[in-house]
């Protein structure tokens, strides 16, 4: 892999709690605990371990990575601020806060980079 581009949002995603009991044995494959963190810019969430978020949270984390990349508002979304949104995973056991920090860099779409 080579990546060339320096994105404009980094994103912190962090546990904060289950949805049935106290532990996820059973019910979470991938074994999240709370305050597990995993970042991101625009490949997929690792954690301080190197691991993966699990693939059908991330499937409801990129429409809202795309909103926030878009120049969207999360709290349009229900989101806490406009960077900031809690979401259930698609198994309703864990609670995850995505939150993007802006780096500063240029959009991919309207800084030039596409080129179609």
Known sequence: MKKWYDEEYEWEI???GFLRGERTENYCRNGEEIGDRY???YGCP??????????KVMMMMFP?????????????LGGS???CKEI??????????????KLGNENFHTGGFYKA
Not at 88 to 101: E, H, L, Q, S, W
């Open 81 to 83: 601020g406009k960077y």
């Open 46 to 55: 690792v954690n301080a371990q190197g691991q993966g978020i699990c693939s």
């Open 39 to 41: 970042t991101c810019t």
């Open 64 to 76: 809202i990575m795309e909103a926030v990349r878009s120049g969207g508002d999360l709290t349009n």
């Open 14 to 16: 962090e546990v904060t």
């Open 88 to 101: 259930v995973c698609p198994d309703g056991c864990v609670i995850f806060r995505m939150t993007a920090k």
